[in-house]
């Protein structure tokens, strides 16, 4: 069993739909969890970056951190063509640097 | 240069050749990172440098890999031998100390290796 899990998709939603991705965990010792977008044959980007559990808002992007369930979440309202991506969740422990745990990605398609 | 600069973008090998992928941090950066990506399995954490201190090397997947950072900046990824597993998108990334706040890391755009 993978540390983290990331269905892979792909997603395909209409535009200006709300879209939800998700990642499950195994290891309570995750602290810092991160939601980074990819574009084909680029690398990853940082979206959000959240600490231990709540939730962040940030434009059109909300992440949410349930650490009782060990659960993650990234929302993006109001979907446009330009969030077609992957999406990686990704998280790391106290104390372990930048060291980063991934999930697989989930593959948007954002249609007109 | 304004972000993380690998080289080369693309590299085709024969099975059994060594080959070497460098990554130009971005300045001021002191720690370093070398992830790789296959298709379907995520990113997966190889090698980290920080500073002068001795690197985390717990991700290299055998000992056909190794990586060096010369004078805190540059650093070289090697795979002697490869093998057709090898062929990957090894991405190099960046950060201020994440000791002190440098939560943040930014990636290159890969290097695409393909092993024939």
Redesign the interface.
Known sequence: QKE?E?D?GPLSVPEGAIVSLNCTYSNSAFQ?FMWYRQYS??????LM?TYSSGNKEDGRFTAQVDKSSKYISLFIRDSQPSDSATY?C?MSFTGG?????????TQLKVEL | GAGVSQSPSNKVTEKGKDVELRCDPISGHTALYWYRQSLGQGLEFLIYFQGNSAPDKSGLPSDRFSAERTGGSVSTLTIQRTQQEDSAVYLCASSLDPGAGGNTIYFGEGSWLTVV
Do not use: C, D, W
């Open positions: 983290v990331q892979p810092y044959r680029k690398g990853p980007e940082l970056y990686l990704a640097g930048n060291k980063l745990t991934f999930g697989t990605g």
